[in-house]
């Protein structure tokens, strides 16, 4: 063999396994689900990142980022959820109920992290909060808890309250869950309940036009992303018709509705990049236990309250974590 020849299969020899190495040693990937429209969930978004940025995974370089959004529109979900799979991601990160079903019904292999859930166990997600079981795990927004407390809140804001509409996405299994705790509480405080179903935005002035023709009182707003994409919508409506409503993100206070009161969503969706890392080194879903909120806020818009000619009682305002003038 010739002297050059000889050289350039020993440098193949060398840089082969080096290829090769490097081509075994691939960045993780990890899908992210979201059952809204990208715009509205930028800032969910952005919290995701900045959680994976603060353990040091940067998209592009260490890691690869795969988001997918549906839009608002749940029957989206699952072919979203296929083509994270088909993809071969090493977790897929789903937020809010339908997309954690969606991922869950798409794959039993892949971990799956969920997040801004409102009952895990009883939507069939995981067995237990301690112990998941399967290949889900991550956080719950403990809404269940929640939704009696916030008609407990109306009842506590408004004189001789006595008929609450409740807006409600029907396609979203934790909808009917809601609606039975929420009637729970109805019934210790002699209040009547409007059930007013929404699933598209043309939905939305439908369902307030039946709410005054009731003659609503008040309103609570359900926990669904759908929802939450038509925020300005319904903030609108309530404005427009004069109905108290009390809402579960602070973002609806941020567009000018009344009061939410609910865990700190940012926070959560930053703490999903927790769950992932724990993943990636090895840590088995089944292992990890699901996450409750500790810390719940109220966030009450002062000046819609002044517009709705609503006396917010003192005590409510003092309970307030930021009252919004």
Not at 32 to 42: D, I, N, Q, V
Not at 186 to 201: C, D, F, H, P, T
Not at 245 to 252: H, L, N, P, S, T
Request: aromatic content about 6%; proline content about 6%; charged content about 25%.
């Amino acid at each position: 063999m010739r002297r050059r020849q000889f050289i350039s299969f020993i440098g193949g020899a060398t840089v082969w396994p080096l290829a090769a190495r490097a081509q075994k040693a691939k960045v993780p990937r990890i899908g992210y689900l979201f059952s809204f429209t990208e715009p509205e969930g930028r800032h969910l978004w952005d919290a995701c990142r900045e959680g994976l940025r603060d353990l040091g995974y940067v998209d592009g370089q260490n890691i690869v980022l795969e988001p997918r959004w549906a839009q608002g529109q749940h029957d989206r979900l699952p072919a979203l959820a296929n083509e994270l799979v088909r993809l071969h991601v090493n977790v897929i990160v789903a937020a809010a109920t339908p997309a954690s079903l969606a991922a869950k019904a798409a794959s039993s292999k892949i971990p799956i992290v969920i997040v801004a859930v409102g009952e895990p166990v009883k939507t069939g997600l995981v067995t237990s909060l301690s112990h998941p079981g399967a290949n889900v795990t991550g956080l719950s927004l403990l809404t269940l808890d929640l939704s009696g407390k916030r008609l407990e809140l109306l009842h506590e804001c408004i004189r001789d309250l006595v008929r609450v509409a409740v807006l409600m996405n029907p396609d979203n299994p934790i909808s009917a869950i809601f609606m039975s705790e929420t009637q729970d509480a109805a019934q210790r405080l002699g209040i009547k309940l409007q059930q007013l179903e929404v699933r598209r935005a043309s939905d939305v002035d439908e369902a307030f036009a039946r709410a005054s023709d009731n003659r609503a009182q008040a309103l609570i707003v359900f926990d669904d992303p759908a929802l939450w994409s038509f925020r300005a919508q319904i903030v609108a409506q309530a404005a427009m018709r004069k109905i108290p409503a009390v809402y579960g993100y602070k973002e609806f206070v941020d567009s000018g509705g009344l009061m939410s009161y609910g865990p700190d969503r940012p926070d959560q969706y930053r703490r999903t990049a927790i769950f992932v890392d724990k993943l990636l080194k090895g840590a088995k879903p089944a292992d990890l236990p699901v996450e409750q909120p500790t810390k719940f806020a109220l966030f009450i818009n002062l000046r819609t309250a002044k517009a709705l000619d609503a006396a917010l009682p003192p005590t409510v305002l003092a309970r307030a974590d930021e009252v919004i003038e």
